[in-house]
Nanobody, 122 residues
Framework: QVQLEESGGGLVQAGGSLRLSCAASGRSFNSYVMGWFRQAPGKEREFVASISRGGASTQYANDVTGRFTISRDNAKNTVYLQMNSLNPEDTASYYC???????????????WGQGTQVTVSS
């Protein structure tokens, strides 16, 4: 089992950047695929990015490709999401998740953090 805690959210102006972190505790962080999802008010939780166990393979949602970068440090049990060129449509709660396969499906992830709020002002 793994526990996840996100940090780094906040209020930023359009065009700005934020770096989210997700610290994991528990067993075998490097045995999990890690993902980031987000959920805006009144909308479904949606896939943002994922990274393989060793970090060599990443996947992104179309609307964040080229702006967001997912990375992980297995020595620190932490996964990151660097978000650049933010726009108001990126406003959402961002959730870190641990799972078993690099898919975009929420059902592939069994452990979730509590989320961190990102608000982008225009």
């Amino acid at each position: 089992q793994v526990q996840l805690e996100e940090s780094g959210g906040g209020l930023v102006q359009a065009g700005g950047s934020l770096r989210l972190s997700c610290a994991a505790s528990g067993r075998s962080f490097n045995s999990y695929v890690m993902g980031w999802f987000r959920q805006a008010p009144g909308k479904e939780r949606e896939f943002v990015a994922s990274i393989s166990r060793g970090g060599a393979s990443t996947q992104y949602a179309n609307d964040v490709t080229g702006r967001f970068t997912i990375s992980r440090d297995n020595a620190k049990n932490t996964v990151y999401l660097q978000m650049n060129s933010l726009n108001p449509e990126d406003t959402a709660s961002y959730y870190c998740a641990a799972g078993w396969s690099t898919t975009t499906s929420k059902s592939s992830y069994g452990y979730w953090g509590q989320g961190t709020q990102v608000t982008v002002s225009s």
